[in-house]
């Protein structure tokens, strides 16, 4: 069954407000029509044959990519699903031989692009509500249209950015030697958590609008401090940044910038930070070990607006006239009975 095509211009009609948009207009599934490229036409047993895709595996890789299981009977899948099963088929035969491998492949790009996604929705939807009055449901669709193109462009691009810029990184490291950690995904890093002191108790006195403008700003001013400061985001949750560096020193200088920059937003609590430094295991985007625990149990105990390091960002900071470090009392915190650390503060403070 085959979808209308989407129409060539505005119909008539106004939308009073953005939230009262009744998408059931759209029939037909135009506007899965327009995202996906193409029609609803296969069920899974259909796209199996078609590409010759284990059964198994085909339901395996679908759920890691974060979909739900399918009805046998339901017409879900496209053309482009097709292809895409193809690539599979072929990147199965000469790439990614291995069965775990593939869906581990399949985690990382849900994980990563389920959030774009939501972000990209959310976007198109405050880019129609500022045509209220002026388009249809099915004219919102098609604005929508006009923009995915150019969002994917953009995201490729970006995307092959980050990929010479870790691959630069790999490079740098097996340079150096480092070919057995990096093959087996595990680097030392610099692991630093930034925190907002106070968010909960701030947005119960902020309206909805006020709470996006604090999250616009530290979404603004944390990406712009670390990118400088030659680190990486690894991922924002609420109130509360993860970043990691190759080096301890550039991890010190982001925290502090952090801090500074954060001083003069008026919108925006202060931070409390907390740096670790050693092997990180990285995987699927995202870093785990003890470094990572232990740089988020300093950051709690951190006071506001200060910033607080281990032991191993301490050894190779001392000699830094960058940098004072003060020893602070051993702090007990959960998992860590004697966790030992330092205050870190800019050698020209006063």
Do not use: C, Y
């Given at each position: 069954m085959t979808a209308e095509p989407?129409?060539?211009?505005?119909?008539?009609?106004?939308?009073?407000?953005?939230?009262?948009?009744?998408?059931?207009?759209?029939?037909?599934?135009?506007?899965?029509?327009?995202?996906?490229?193409?029609?609803?036409?296969?069920?899974?047993?259909?796209?199996?044959?078609?590409?010759?895709?284990?059964?198994?595996?085909?339901?395996?890789?679908?759920?890691?990519?974060?979909?739900?299981?399918?009805?046998?009977?339901?017409?879900?899948?496209?053309?482009?699903?097709?292809?895409?099963?193809?690539?599979?088929?072929?990147?199965?035969?000469?790439?990614?031989?291995?069965?775990?491998?593939?869906?581990a492949v399949a985690r990382a790009i849900a994980q990563?692009?389920?959030?774009?996604?939501?972000?990209?929705?959310?976007?198109?939807?405050?880019?129609?509500?500022?045509?209220?009055?002026?388009?249809?449901?099915?004219?919102?669709?098609?604005?929508?249209?006009?923009?995915?193109?150019?969002?994917?462009?953009?995201?490729?691009y970006v995307w092959r950015r980050h990929l010479a810029a870790t691959a630069a990184r790999w490079t740098a490291g097996a340079q150096r030697g480092d070919v057995v950690h990096i093959a087996a995904d595990t680097w030392p890093l610099s692991v630093g958590f930034a925190d907002m002191v106070g968010f909960t108790r701030t947005t119960r006195r902020r309206s909805m609008d006020e709470l996006g403008e604090m999250i616009e700003r530290f979404g603004s001013v944390t990406n712009e401090v670390i990118a400088n400061g030659r680190g990486r985001i690894i991922k924002t949750v609420g109130d509360e940044v993860l970043f990691v560096t190759e080096h301890p020193a550039d991890a010190a200088v982001i925290a502090l910038g952090l801090r500074d920059r954060v001083r003069t937003e008026p919108s925006l609590p202060p931070l409390r930070i907390g740096l670790a430094h050693g092997m990180v295991l990285s995987r699927y985007g995202d870093v785990y070990g003890e470094?990572?625990?232990?740089?988020?149990?300093?950051?709690?105990?951190?006071?506001?607006?200060?910033?607080?390091?281990?032991?191993?960002?301490?050894?190779?900071?001392?000699?830094?006239?960058?940098?004072?470090?003060?020893?602070?009392?051993?702090l007990h915190t959960r998992g860590y009975s004697h966790l030992r650390a330092w205050a870190l503060r800019g050698s020209r403070e006063r």
């Open positions: 989407p129409a060539t211009g505005p119909e008539a009609g106004s939308l009073p407000d953005p939230a009262s948009i009744d998408w059931s207009e759209l029939e037909g599934g135009v506007l899965d029509e327009i995202i996906l490229g193409a029609p609803r036409e296969f069920t899974r047993d259909e796209l199996v044959e078609a590409t010759g895709l284990d059964p198994d595996e085909s339901g395996r890789l679908w759920r890691a990519l974060g979909f739900p299981e399918t009805d046998p009977d339901a017409r879900v899948f496209t053309r482009a699903d097709i292809a895409a099963a193809r690539k599979v088929i072929a990147l199965s035969r000469d790439r990614l031989p291995r069965t775990e491998a593939r869906e990563s692009l389920s959030r774009l996604a939501e972000w990209q929705i959310g976007m198109l939807a405050q880019m129609a509500a500022e045509h209220v009055g002026e388009l249809t449901p099915r004219a919102a669709a098609e604005l929508a249209a006009e923009v995915l193109p150019e969002l994917e462009d953009l995201q490729a470094v990572v625990n232990v740089a988020a149990r300093l950051t709690p105990e951190a006071r506001p607006d200060t910033v607080l390091v281990d032991q191993e960002i301490h050894e190779a900071l001392r000699d830094d006239p960058r940098f004072e470090l003060r020893r602070i009392a051993t």
